[in-house]
């Protein structure tokens, strides 16, 4: 089961698609990771900075909801298959 932060006072909880996948990372260690794409994140995470997109190399940035962080995958290193979701989830203590 995956571990979300929990809500703190006065923090505004969202619904959001996110999903979860078994990659390989560079180093060649195997990671299981809950992200939302950046097209499901809001536009508040940008303030004025482009949104990531999907790479033609099959790269993409995605936020890791447990990390509390912007991660690189890579699609052509899934294993098995990523599955989605609908969490509740809050950007307020976000760091940017």
Request: proline fraction near 2%; charge should be positive.
């Amino acid at each position: 089961m995956t571990k979300l932060k929990t809500k703190q006072q006065g923090e505004k909880m969202s619904s959001y698609n996110a999903y979860t996948g078994t990659f390989t990372t560079k180093s060649g260690n195997v990671r299981t990771m809950t992200f939302v794409r950046g097209n499901d994140l809001p536009s508040s995470m940008f303030e004025g900075k482009q949104r990531p997109k999907h790479s033609d190399g099959g790269q993409e940035v995605v936020f890791d909801v447990n990390a509390n962080g912007f991660r690189t995958i890579n699609w052509g290193t899934v294993q098995g298959s990523v599955t989605q979701k609908t969490i509740q989830f809050s950007f307020d203590n976000y760091k940017k």
